[in-house]
T-cell receptor, first 116, second 113 residues
Framework: GQQLNQSPQSMFIQEGEDVSMNCTSS?????WLWYKQDPGEGPVLLIA?????ELTSNGRLTAQFGITRKDSFLNISASIPSDVGIYFC????????????????FGQGTILTVHP | EAQVTQNPRYLITVTGKKLTVTCSQN?????MSWYRQDPGLGLRQIYY???????DKGDVPEGYKVSRKEKRNFPLILESPSPNQTSLYFC????????????FGPGTRLTVL
């Protein structure tokens, strides 16, 4: 199936630092998403991107849908301890009526640790 | 409260003993999906359903079955579990029009001995 390469695999940062992570694919996607998973819980949607080149913010989080439709990045500014968790990118290829319409492909995740 | 519930949350079983993990959502969502999460591999989609009686394979469907007889429920069935199915399983749902913006359940940790 589709593969997403997410980097870095893990990050150890000091509180207040900015964070950047990205996701690349060998195939194009029509939708890019970023989810966060807190320890012991299910992932929660942070940002959804639907158009190539789109730049969207959600508080201290900013994400972009790459112009080639094969990549996306997520930035977190001024990190705080509650930013700790696993961040996943996800991509959706399918168009209505297509065979992949319901498929969602996730990256391997970036484990973020924030030191106070 | 809008939510996706899964039962059981933890299960230890033995190879070959059929089991079912239930998933239920109270948001009237058309789309539901099952994922497994393994270290270093992220989440991988097992099966999804875009409406009642409509199911499709994800990327790792082997060894699993699903059914969608009612809109709110989407059980995951392991007819003959094997140790390589030891994993953390998540159910998710969303409206069909925003099928990528999924709400996830709390997870079921399955160990097959």
């Amino acid at each position: 199936g589709q593969q997403l390469n997410q980097s870095p695999q893990s990050m150890f940062i000091q509180e207040g630092e900015d964070v950047s992570m990205n996701c690349t694919s060998s195939s194009i996607f029509n939708t890019w998403l970023w989810y966060k998973q807190d320890p012991g819980e299910g992932p929660v949607l942070l940002i959804a991107l639907y158009k190539a080149g789109e730049l969207t913010s959600n508080g201290r989080l900013t994400a972009q849908f790459g112009i080639t439709r094969k990549d996306s990045f997520l930035n977190i500014s001024a990190s705080i301890p509650s930013d700790v968790g696993i961040y996943f990118c996800a991509g959706q290829l399918g168009r209505a009526g297509g065979t992949s319409y319901g498929k969602l492909t996730f990256g391997q995740g970036t484990i973020l640790t924030v030191h106070p | 409260e809008a939510q996706v519930t899964q039962n059981p949350r933890y299960l230890i079983t033995v190879t070959g003993k059929k089991l079912t993990v239930t998933c239920s959502q109270n948001m009237n969502h058309e789309y539901m999906s099952w994922y497994r999460q393994d270290p270093g591999l992220g989440l991988r989609q097992i099966y999804y359903s875009m409406n009642v009686e409509v199911t499709d394979k994800g990327d790792v469907p082997e060894g699993y079955k699903v059914s969608r007889k009612e809109k709110r429920n989407f059980p995951l069935i392991l007819e003959s579990p094997s140790p390589n199915q030891t994993s953390l399983y998540f159910c998710a749902s969303s409206p069909l029009v925003t099928r990528s913006e999924q709400f996830f359940g709390p997870g079921t940790r399955l160990t097959v001995l």
